[in-house]
């Protein structure tokens, strides 16, 4: 008996037809409407073809342009270096641009549309000696749109009010806002002068020091956030008041010297007192001066306490602890670690070591920090608590032992440095101290008791 292949042949056309359908047919609609959608783009150019651009806005006339190494600059009407990103962004904008439609192709009807004596335009010039400009006109009847013309051209197109913000360009929006124009890895030297004292830090094989007031190793985490505020700090607007009393900056709460490796005055960074809600900054190397906010202006007012290093006073190994001293006004525990679990050290039949608690307990010793070196030497007279920290032979690892509280700080004292510093409360308050040992409960066995009648 013969089987009929029919219907099997007949789904095998059906399966190889919506293939042709999906693949051919769909993909070419799909190529259809990208192709649509990029004959309506307003501008479509390479970006890294552009050597200038001249924006005509609401505000005056703006021109950047790249020089011989590709870095953007402003040329008219200051010279001095352009916003990189600022300039990188408007061209991704304007090329995702698109128009929605023609309305006129009558070059007569430009003034209708606000498109004759336009104070918005703009003009971008290529490699190849091309140029592009496009002409701002109206808003549009319709919500957020208006009228756009594109050089040599007699079209109208109505497009995206948005269009127009990209083009209506102030010379904040170009210019670089960077108050430090150099690369914060070439700092090996900051002379920082403040209102409050004189710091001198130096970089020597990759460790920051602090070299005065006092000789000392820095914080690294501290110096690491200090750089990138240099790095980052930026203008909020520019002024080119000339008088620097009018400014505050004959009052300086700031300055900082950066030199590099060679002993080469990198910048020198003057932040005024506060005028206001602001403060001025003038340096070497900036054409003008800059307006930043106070809250910028605060992050460089330090004393050599901020960069002191925060770690090392606390630190230990918590994988060569081994046993562990614990004593306060409540308890006094001795601890050992035998093989993966802590013990007492005085076996009690009673009393078992909690193990997540001598984790924990480690581990928040382990991230405690120095929150404060005192300015005036200050004794640790009332001892409230101490905890001493040994390894497999005995060596002590940390012997940290606390007092009174001053303002938010609980003074401390460790056998690694030779003063009590402070550090926060919550630090000491928040140590599993009361709950590392724990009574063993004893369940009653109920299975013998008497039956009553």
């Given at each position: 008996?013969?089987?009929?292949?029919?219907?099997?042949?007949?789904?095998?056309?059906?399966?190889?037809?919506?293939?042709?359908?999906y693949?051919?047919?769909?993909?070419?609609a799909?190529?259809?409407?990208?192709?649509?959608?990029e004959?309506?783009k307003?501008?479509?150019?390479?970006?890294n073809?552009?050597?200038?651009?001249?924006?005509?806005?609401?505000?005056?006339?703006?021109?950047?342009?790249?020089?011989?190494?590709?870095?953007?600059?402003?040329?008219?009407?200051?010279?001095?270096?352009?916003?990189?990103?600022?300039?990188?962004?408007?061209?991704?904008?304007?090329?995702?641009?698109?128009?929605d439609?023609?309305?006129?192709?009558?070059?007569?009807?430009?003034?209708?549309?606000?498109?004759?004596?336009?104070?918005?335009?703009?003009?971008?010039?290529?490699?190849?000696?091309?140029?592009?400009?496009?002409?701002?006109?109206?808003q549009?009847?319709?919500?957020?749109?208006?009228?756009?013309?594109?050089?040599?051209?007699?079209?109208?197109?109505?497009t995206?009010?948005?269009?127009?913000?990209?083009?209506?360009?102030n010379?904040?929006?170009?210019?670089?806002?960077?108050?430090f124009?150099?690369n914060?890895?070439?700092?090996?030297?900051?002379?920082?002068?403040?209102?409050?004292?004189?710091?001198?830090l130096?970089?020597?094989?990759?460790?920051?020091?602090?070299?005065?007031?006092i000789?000392e190793?820095?914080?690294?985490?501290?110096?690491?956030?200090?750089?990138?505020?240099i790095?980052?700090?930026?203008?909020?607007?520019?002024?080119?008041?000339?008088?620097?009393?009018?400014?505050?900056?004959?009052?300086?709460?700031?300055?900082?010297?950066?030199?590099?490796?060679?002993?080469k005055?990198?910048?020198?960074?003057?932040?005024?007192?506060?005028?206001?809600?602001?403060?001025?900054?003038?340096?070497?190397?900036?054409?003008?001066?800059?307006?930043?906010y106070?809250?910028?202006?605060?992050?460089?007012?330090?004393?050599?306490s901020?960069?002191?290093?925060?770690?090392?006073?606390?630190?230990?190994?918590?994988?060569?602890?081994?046993?562990?001293?614990?004593?306060?006004?409540?308890?006094?525990?001795?601890?050992?670690?035998?093989?993966?679990?802590?013990e007492?050290?005085?076996a009690?039949?009673?009393?078992?070591?909690?193990?997540?608690?001598?984790?924990?307990?480690?581990?928040?010793?382990?991230?405690?920090?120095?929150?404060?070196y005192?300015?005036?030497?200050?004794?640790?007279?009332?001892?409230?608590?101490?905890?001493?920290?040994?390894?497999?032979?005995?060596?002590?690892?940390?012997?940290?032992?606390?007092?009174?509280?001053?303002?938010?700080?609980?003074?401390v004292?460790?056998?690694?440095?030779?003063?009590?510093?402070?550090?926060?409360?919550?630090q000491?308050?928040?140590?599993?101290?009361?709950?590392?040992?724990?009574?063993?409960?004893?369940?009653?066995?109920?299975?013998?008791k008497?039956?009553?009648?």
């Open positions: 008996m013969k089987k009929n292949k029919g219907p099997i042949i007949l789904a095998i056309i059906a399966l190889l037809l919506g293939s042709y359908i693949f051919f047919e769909y993909k070419k799909n190529d259809d409407e990208k192709a649509k959608h004959a309506q307003i501008f479509n150019f390479d970006q073809k552009v050597r200038k651009i001249t924006f005509n806005s609401s505000f005056g006339e703006f021109i950047v342009e790249k020089d011989a190494q590709n870095v953007w600059r402003l040329t008219k009407p200051v010279e001095d270096l352009a916003d990189d990103s600022a300039i990188l962004s408007f061209m991704t904008s304007i090329v995702g641009e698109n128009y439609q023609i309305v006129s192709e009558d070059k007569a009807s430009f003034n209708q549309f606000g498109l004759d004596n336009s104070k918005i335009s703009l003009s971008i010039y290529f490699d190849n000696g091309e140029t592009k400009q496009l002409i701002i006109g109206d549009a009847p319709l919500n957020g749109k208006l009228y756009a013309a594109r050089n040599g051209e007699t079209k109208v197109y109505l995206n009010m948005s269009l127009k913000y990209q083009v209506d360009k010379l904040k929006d170009l210019r670089d806002k960077r108050v124009r150099g914060k890895d070439d700092i090996v030297k900051i002379v920082l002068k403040s209102n409050k004292s004189e710091v001198e130096q970089k020597q094989n990759d460790v920051w020091n602090i070299l005065k007031p000789k190793v820095a914080d690294k985490d501290e110096m690491d956030k200090f750089l990138s505020s790095d980052s700090l930026r203008a909020a607007d520019f002024t080119d008041v000339k008088n620097d009393s009018k400014l505050n900056l004959h009052k300086p709460q700031a300055q900082l010297m950066l030199y590099n490796k060679e002993g005055l990198l910048d020198n960074i003057t932040i005024g007192s506060a005028l206001e809600n602001n403060a001025y900054v003038k340096t070497n190397t900036g054409k003008s001066k800059y307006q930043i106070l809250g910028s202006a605060s992050q460089f007012v330090k004393t050599a901020d960069f002191r290093d925060k770690k090392t006073p606390l630190s230990f190994d918590k994988e060569q602890t081994k046993e562990i001293l614990i004593k306060n006004s409540s308890v006094e525990y001795n601890l050992v670690k035998k093989g993966e679990l802590w007492l050290k005085q009690d039949a009673k009393k078992e070591v909690n193990q997540l608690q001598v984790g924990q307990l480690l581990s928040k010793l382990s991230d405690m920090k120095v929150s404060e005192f300015d005036k030497p200050i004794a640790l007279t009332k001892e409230k608590g101490r905890v001493i920290l040994k390894n497999e032979k005995g060596d002590t690892l940390l012997n940290l032992k606390w007092a009174d509280t001053i303002g938010k700080n609980v003074t004292a460790t056998q690694k440095y030779d003063k009590p510093f402070g550090v926060e409360s919550s000491i308050t928040t140590l599993p101290v009361q709950t590392l040992v724990e009574e063993i409960k004893i369940e009653k066995d109920n299975s013998q008497p039956h009553t009648h």
